[in-house]
């Protein structure tokens, strides 16, 4: 089966966060199943946000996730107007100037709702966190 995992909660309520990164390593360890792409949306946004800092006792859910995709190849997509919403640019797309100047996560790709809806239509399953 081929799954589209979504994640509209934030960083700071870890356990949603948590909860779809365990499910998508269940998936992958299975060997049967396929994530599509991970799309963070609303406040999900904020995982790409390259400057969070974490206390020592929390968790870097953000570092977890970025972990996750490159060990397992699935793309990190978050959605453009959410990451405008929350505060966060990539000065290369924002100002159309060669520069890696700005606070979006190398890791994470910047994608669009339509870009979301077609990789629904490809999933046989879609799981939102």
Not at 3 to 22: F, M, P, W
Not at 85 to 90: C, E, P, S
Not at 103 to 112: A, E, Q, V, Y
């Amino acid at each position: 089966m081929i799954y589209t995992v979504i994640i509209t909660s934030s960083v700071y309520s870890v356990e949603n966060s948590i909860s779809a990164l365990l499910f998508s390593r269940a998936l992958i360890m299975r060997r049967i199943h396929f994530i599509k792409n991970i799309f963070f949306y609303c406040d999900g946004a904020l995982h790409a946000n390259k400057f969070l800092f974490f206390n020592k006792k929390d968790i870097d859910i953000r570092r977890k996730w970025i972990i996750f995709s490159l060990k397992n190849k699935i793309k990190l997509h978050v959605c453009y107007s959410s990451l405008l919403k929350q505060g966060i640019i990539d000065f290369k797309k924002f100002f159309r100037k060669n520069t890696s100047v700005g606070n979006l996560d190398i890791f994470f790709r910047i994608s669009s709702l339509e870009k979301l809806s077609r990789d629904i239509q490809k999933s046989d399953r879609v799981i939102k966190f």
